[in-house]
C-alpha cells in the first residue's frame, strides 16, 4: 500500500515498485472518463500484463505513465523517481515507431538514436549493436527493414527501446497485428528481457499471452481497475479438481479420502454421477492407480484446471480474444 505520508513512501527508490499510481485519472475533452482513479502497483522484477478489451484505457494509461498525456488527476511515479529522472531508465513501444524500409536494421536503429538529444553520441555503434544483439537482430543488421518478418520488425522496435541500460519497459501491444510466429518472437523476447532483470509493463487484449508471459496482471474494465495481483492470486480460490466417473461412488471416495485429497464429494446423487476433490498436490496418476487398485470401475477421469478465462470474463463481463 502507498504510505500516507510521502506521496508514495518513505522506502529508498529502488525499493519501490517500479510503477505506482494513485488515483491516476484522465477525462478527454468532450467528458469521456477513459481512465477512472487507477491505484496501480508494479513489483520490480514482474512481466506485468496490463489486460483489458479495447477501449478499456490501456493506451491512455501508458501514455500518462510515459508523461506524453497528462493526467486530469492523480499521480504516478516510475522507478520510485521524479518522471525526468525516471525515464532515461525506461523503454518503451507505445506506437511503433516509423522505420525506413529501404534502410538496414541497424541504419534504423542509428537514426531512431540520433533523435534521442539525451543519448550519448560516442556509444552509438556499441548501443545499437547490443540492442540487436538483445532481441536477436545480430545476423539480420545489415538487411533492409522491408526484407523483414512483421516479427523481425516488432523486435527492432523492441530493439529501439532498448538503446540504453533499461530498468522498465513499458510496451503497448506488441503482438498486435503479428502472425503467430511473430507473436511468439516477442513473446520469448519479453520473458528473456525479464529473465535478464529488466520489469515488462506490456499491455495485451489477449488473456492467454497475458498467461503465457506474464507473472502479475491488472485487468481493467471501462477505465476501471478490477483487479491486479500475481497470476496465482488472481486465480486464486480456484484450485485444480480430479473428477471420476464411476458408478461406484461409495468405493471411490473412501479412496480419495485416504489419499489425504481435500472437498472431496460425490457430483450428483446418482450412482455413475461420479465424484471429485480437489488435487492439492498429489499427482493425478497416483489417484486413478489407487482407484483402480482398489477396484474402482473408473470410466472416467479428468484434472480441471482453473481457468483465467472465467475468473476475467466475470471481472469484466466480457469475453476475452483467448486464442491469441
Ligand atoms: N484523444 C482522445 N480523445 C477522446 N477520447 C479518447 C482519446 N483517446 C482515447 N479516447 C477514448 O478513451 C477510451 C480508452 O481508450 P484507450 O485507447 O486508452 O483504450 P485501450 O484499452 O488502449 O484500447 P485499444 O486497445 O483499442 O487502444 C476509449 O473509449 C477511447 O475512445
Redesign the pocket.
Request: proline share 7%; aromatic share 4%.
Given at each position: 500500500m502507498l504510505d500516507a505520508g510521502a506521496p508514495f513512501g518513505a522506502a529508498p527508490p529502488s525499493a519501490r515498485p517500479a510503477i505506482v499510481t494513485r488515483g491516476l485519472t484522465k477525462r478527454?475533452r468532450?467528458g469521456?472518463v477513459?481512465v477512472d482513479a487507477l491505484d496501480l502497483s508494479v513489483p520490480r522484477g514482474a512481466v506485468y500484463g496490463f489486460l483489458?478489451p479495447?477501449?478499456?484505457?490501456?493506451?491512455?494509461t501508458i501514455r500518462m505513465l510515459l508523461g506524453l498525456v497528462a493526467p486530469t488527476s492523480g499521480e504516478h511515479e516510475l522507478l520510485g523517481l521524479p518522471l525526468g529522472e525516471a525515464l532515461p531508465r525506461v523503454g518503451a513501444l507505445v506506437e511503433g515507431p516509423a522505420f525506413y524500409p529501404y534502410l538496414s536494421g541497424e541504419a534504423n536503429l542509428r537514426r531512431f538514436d540520433a533523435a534521442d538529444p539525451a543519448a550519448p553520441r560516442a556509444t552509438v555503434r556499441r548501443r545499437v549493436a547490443e540492442a540487436l544483439d538483445r532481441v536477436g537482430l545480430t545476423a539480420a543488421a545489415a538487411k533492409r527493414y522491408r526484407t523483414y518478418s512483421l516479427g523481425m520488425r516488432q523486435r527492432l522496435a523492441i530493439a529501439a527501446a532498448l538503446l540504453g541500460p533499461r530498468e522498465l519497459l513499458i510496451l503497448d501491444?506488441p503482438t498486435n497485428g503479428l502472425d503467430p510466429q511473430g507473436t511468439r518472437e516477442v513473446r520469448s523476447l519479453v520473458k528473456e528481457i525479464a529473465a535478464g532483470g529488466t520489469t515488462v509493463f506490456v499491455s495485451s487484449?489477449l488473456l492467454a499471452e497475458v498467461e503465457q508471459m506474464c507473472t502479475h496482471a491488472a485487468v481493467m474494465r471501462a477505465g476501471r481497475l478490477v483487479a491486479q495481483g500475481s497470476m496465482a492470486s488472481l486465480g486464486g480460490g480456484q484450485v485444480p479438481r480430479v473428477r471420476v466417473r464411476t458408478p461406484d461412488t461409495a468405493d471411490a471416495l473412501r479412496v480419495l479420502r485416504s489419499l489425504g485429497l481435500a472437498d472431496v464429494r460425490a457430483d450428483g446423487p446418482e450412482p455413475g454421477d461420479g465424484v471429485s476433490a480437489e488435487l492439492g498436490g498429489v499427482a493425478p496418476e497416483r489417484v486413478n492407480a489407487a482407484l483402480v487398485g482398489e477396484g474402482v470401475a473408473v470410466r472416467g477421469f479428468a484434472v480441471e484446471r482453473p481457468s483465467l478465462e472465467d475468473v476475467f470474463v466475470r471481472l469484466t463481463g466480457e469475453g476475452f480474444d483467448v486464442d491469441g
Amino acid at each position: 500500500m502507498l504510505d500516507a505520508g510521502a506521496p508514495f513512501g518513505a522506502a529508498p527508490p529502488s525499493a519501490r515498485p517500479a510503477i505506482v499510481t494513485r488515483g491516476l485519472t484522465k477525462r478527454f475533452r468532450g467528458g469521456q472518463v477513459a481512465v477512472d482513479a487507477l491505484d496501480l502497483s508494479v513489483p520490480r522484477g514482474a512481466v506485468y500484463g496490463f489486460l483489458g478489451p479495447n477501449g478499456s484505457g490501456k493506451t491512455t494509461t501508458i501514455r500518462m505513465l510515459l508523461g506524453l498525456v497528462a493526467p486530469t488527476s492523480g499521480e504516478h511515479e516510475l522507478l520510485g523517481l521524479p518522471l525526468g529522472e525516471a525515464l532515461p531508465r525506461v523503454g518503451a513501444l507505445v506506437e511503433g515507431p516509423a522505420f525506413y524500409p529501404y534502410l538496414s536494421g541497424e541504419a534504423n536503429l542509428r537514426r531512431f538514436d540520433a533523435a534521442d538529444p539525451a543519448a550519448p553520441r560516442a556509444t552509438v555503434r556499441r548501443r545499437v549493436a547490443e540492442a540487436l544483439d538483445r532481441v536477436g537482430l545480430t545476423a539480420a543488421a545489415a538487411k533492409r527493414y522491408r526484407t523483414y518478418s512483421l516479427g523481425m520488425r516488432q523486435r527492432l522496435a523492441i530493439a529501439a527501446a532498448l538503446l540504453g541500460p533499461r530498468e522498465l519497459l513499458i510496451l503497448d501491444e506488441p503482438t498486435n497485428g503479428l502472425d503467430p510466429q511473430g507473436t511468439r518472437e516477442v513473446r520469448s523476447l519479453v520473458k528473456e528481457i525479464a529473465a535478464g532483470g529488466t520489469t515488462v509493463f506490456v499491455s495485451s487484449h489477449l488473456l492467454a499471452e497475458v498467461e503465457q508471459m506474464c507473472t502479475h496482471a491488472a485487468v481493467m474494465r471501462a477505465g476501471r481497475l478490477v483487479a491486479q495481483g500475481s497470476m496465482a492470486s488472481l486465480g486464486g480460490g480456484q484450485v485444480p479438481r480430479v473428477r471420476v466417473r464411476t458408478p461406484d461412488t461409495a468405493d471411490a471416495l473412501r479412496v480419495l479420502r485416504s489419499l489425504g485429497l481435500a472437498d472431496v464429494r460425490a457430483d450428483g446423487p446418482e450412482p455413475g454421477d461420479g465424484v471429485s476433490a480437489e488435487l492439492g498436490g498429489v499427482a493425478p496418476e497416483r489417484v486413478n492407480a489407487a482407484l483402480v487398485g482398489e477396484g474402482v470401475a473408473v470410466r472416467g477421469f479428468a484434472v480441471e484446471r482453473p481457468s483465467l478465462e472465467d475468473v476475467f470474463v466475470r471481472l469484466t463481463g466480457e469475453g476475452f480474444d483467448v486464442d491469441g
